[in-house]
Each structure stands twice: as C-alpha cells, then as structure tokens.
T-cell receptor, first 115, second 113 residues
Framework: AQSVTQLDSQVPVFEEAPVELRCNYS??????LFWYVQYPNQGLQLLLK??????LVESINGFEAEFNKSQTSFHLRKPSVHISDTAEYFC?????????????FGGGTRLMVKP | NAGVTQTPKFRVLKTGQSMTLLCAQD?????MYWYRQDPGMGLRLIHY???????AKGEVPDGYNVSRLKKQNFLLGLESAAPSQTSVYFC????????????FGQGTRLTVV
C-alpha cells in the first residue's frame, strides 16, 4: 500500500512571496505523482503531474514540482504567489500498473495568500 | 461540455434515512470513483468502477453501496445514514491508460443529523 503525507495543513504567505508546499510519499512500488488544487466550493482540478522523464514538472500558472526519488518527495513551489492562488492543494499518487488508476491523497494543505 | 455532474449538491438526512447520490459523466470514461472529503484527511476512496457493470471496494466502503448499470452513471447509496457519514462527497472519472488525469464533480455536501 502507498501513503502520502503533506507536512503542513495550512501555509499563510504574503502576496508576491515564494511558497513551498511539502509532500512525501511511501510506496514499495513505482508511483505516478500529482498535485490537485481545490478552489473554495469547487471540485479538484489537476495542477501538474509526474509520470516519467524530467523530474521537474511545471504548470501553466507558474507552479512547479520536483520529483526526488531518494527522498520520496514531490514538493510544490511557486516563486511569487497571487491572491488568486488561495486554495487547498492536494498531493496524490497512483501506483504504477494499477488497473483502475485509483488516487491516494494526502491530507491537503490550505494555502492562504494575504495582501 | 458538462464533464462530471453530481446530484444533489446539498442534502440533510436524519439518522437511519437512505439516499442515493448520482454521478454522471459525458466523457466516455471507463473508470469512475466515489471519494469522501473530511478535514485533515484529504479524499478517501469509497468505491470505484473500472467499467460498466463492475464495482469494487476502496479504502472506506462500509455503510455504502454502488452501482454502475450504465457507463456514464455511477450511483452511491447510503442505506441507513449515520452521523459519521457527514462529509463532502466527490465523484470522479478518468480514462484508461497512462494519461491518468481524474476529472472531478463539484461535490455533494451531506449532513446527517
């Protein structure tokens, strides 16, 4: 079985400051890694994913995440946040070769961007 | 293009009542899922389906049943609601293959009193 740990339940940050949301996972097999974002009163949307290849992946709105196999981490970063980035962020994994593509989620990190 | 639609969006039940949550997707996805979201616990998988007519248990299946009679619909049933089932429920669907992106509905907020 795999598990996902998001070390911070809440991260307050001022607008235009950098931010890092931490995610660690444990699994005995290879996994695919994801970050989903949930804006208030909405469902989850895919932010970015790592399947294979380059360990640094980027989203269209300035977020990036780096897969670190030795540390089993997939931290999410943004160099300068905006008010509109206020949301809850979920790290998730899918076990490779998993018939059904079931996601295992971390507990979530609430990013609160202050003016 | 509707994507994944959940019905209803809100519901209050009394303990012991039953209800069915409906999920419909128009993307012709094979896989469908029901998750519950509780504070600090992320989303936990209740049941899932890998195709029409098939269902399987997830991490927290007790107290719930599901059916997938049509490819586009995935129903979640609560036979006898309990306060512990107060939660936000999300349906999702995904295609097969390594694209592996799941598409989520807007959620159903259920309160059991």
């Amino acid at each position: 079985a795999q598990s996902v740990t998001q070390l911070d339940s809440q991260v307050p940050v001022f607008e235009e400051a950098p931010v890092e949301l931490r995610c660690n996972y444990s699994s005995s097999v290879s996994v695919y890694l994801f970050w989903y974002v949930q804006y208030p009163n909405q469902g989850l949307q895919l932010l970015l994913k790592y399947l294979s290849g380059s360990t640094l992946v980027e989203s269209i709105n300035g977020f990036e995440a780096e897969f670190n196999k030795s540390q089993t981490s997939f931290h999410l970063r943004k160099p300068s946040v905006h008010i509109s980035d206020t949301a809850e962020y979920f790290c998730a994994v899918i076990r490779a070769n998993n018939a059904g593509n079931m996601l295992t989620f971390g507990g979530g990190t609430r990013l609160m961007v202050k003016p | 293009n509707a994507g994944v639609t959940q019905t209803p969006k809100f519901r209050v039940l009394k303990t012991g009542q039953s209800m069915t949550l409906l999920c419909a997707q128009d993307m012709n996805h094979e896989y469908m899922y029901w998750y519950r979201q509780d504070p600090g616990m992320g989303l936990r998988l209740i049941h899932y389906s890998v195709g029409e007519g098939t269902t399987a248990k997830g991490e927290v299946p007790d107290g719930y049943n599901v059916s997938r009679l049509k490819k586009q619909n995935f129903l979640l049933g609560l036979e006898s609601a309990a306060p512990s089932q107060t939660s936000v429920y999300f349906c999702a669907s995904s295609p097969t293959g390594t694209s592996t992106e799941a598409f989520f509905g807007q959620g159903t907020r259920l309160t059991v009193v």
